[in-house]
């Protein structure tokens, strides 16, 4: 009875009466269903540390199999003993551009080869950041100069615009935040909020040794590894692609402050990693990063 009295001063609305409250009720719909994911967002966020600072390092071309346990890479693995290794970890095309874009953006952009140049549109890992009052920075070794957009080093092959996503978005392609890593911070909390590391074609497993950019990886990052562990800071280590396979099975280690030291058996790519750090900084989830799940169990 109570639903047919208060329907019956409805029903002597004009048709513009009708439409008001049709268009209210629309958005007390938009609203409720809204709700829910804004809950389960900072449900996540609930559950994640705030890091001080993020630095991911990419290598290059090599599977899972090819480096953890192996006798070329001493310093990677001890990492792994030290950190979180997801041993089901995969990247989401060939060659290494659309991965590289992949964890940085969100997509492959439909890219299929190493196009270079590529000038792409936000949103981004990067822009995100600086729009929501955090920082960001590359550095690529080897990159002759702050801001250079060249696809090569000139007259080398040791840098390579290919594996600098960030250059191909014009909000982060500037001198303040694509940087060559001799520019990196002496001290580590002088770090952006996040930075992506990407060495040399030589330093990275592409074109030299496991054994050398395992070498270069202790060398050049195990300083801040050590410090990011008391310093409320993380280190992501991750691989491109693999060797070529259909599988793309690669190795992503987490180090740092709040990881909890195991092997994770969650299936993950980069869409899981980029998506991680978006969360853990608020920002909204870019691309195919909306399609997967955070990363929430290597946490303490």
Request: proline share 5%.
């Amino acid at each position: 009875m109570a639903m047919f009295l208060t329907m019956r001063p409805i029903m002597r609305y004009s048709a513009l009466g009708l439409l008001a409250v049709s268009m209210l009720l629309a958005l007390v719909v938009i609203n409720v269903s809204a709700t829910p994911s804004q809950s389960a967002y900072a449900q996540i966020q609930a559950v994640l540390p705030h890091f001080d600072h993020i630095v991911v390092a990419v290598e290059e071309n090599h599977s899972y199999a090819q480096v953890i346990g192996s006798g070329s890479a001493p310093y990677v693995n001890s990492l792994v003993s030290k950190g979180a290794l997801f041993t089901d970890s995969h990247a989401v095309s060939h060659p290494s551009e659309p991965n590289y874009l992949a964890l940085f953006a969100g997509s492959t952009f439909g890219i299929s080869s190493d196009a270079c140049p590529e000038h792409l549109a936000q949103p981004d890992l990067g822009g995100e950041l600086l729009g929501n009052g955090d920082s960001f920075a590359g550095y690529s070794e080897n990159m002759p100069s702050a801001g250079f957009t060249g696809c090569f080093f000139p007259g080398s092959a040791l840098y390579a615009r290919k594996h600098n996503p960030w250059v191909d978005f014009s909000e982060v392609a500037g001198k303040q935040t694509n940087k060559p890593f001799s520019s990196f911070p002496g001290a580590f909390s002088d770090l952006p909020t996040v930075s992506f590391v990407v060495p040399n074609q030589l330093d990275d497993m592409h074109s030299g040794s496991i054994s050398a950019a395992d070498s270069w990886l202790k060398d050049h990052l195990d300083g801040y590894v050590q410090w990011a562990k008391t310093h409320n800071s993380l280190f992501i280590l991750t691989w491109d692609e693999d060797n070529g396979t259909s599988a793309n099975h690669i190795a992503t280690i987490f180090v740092g402050a709040h990881v909890k030291v195991g092997h994770y058996s969650e299936s993950i790519d980069h869409y899981n990693v980029l998506r991680t750090i978006e969360a853990i900084y608020g920002l909204a989830f870019t691309g195919n990063a909306a399609n997967v799940a955070t990363i929430t169990d290597v946490w303490m």
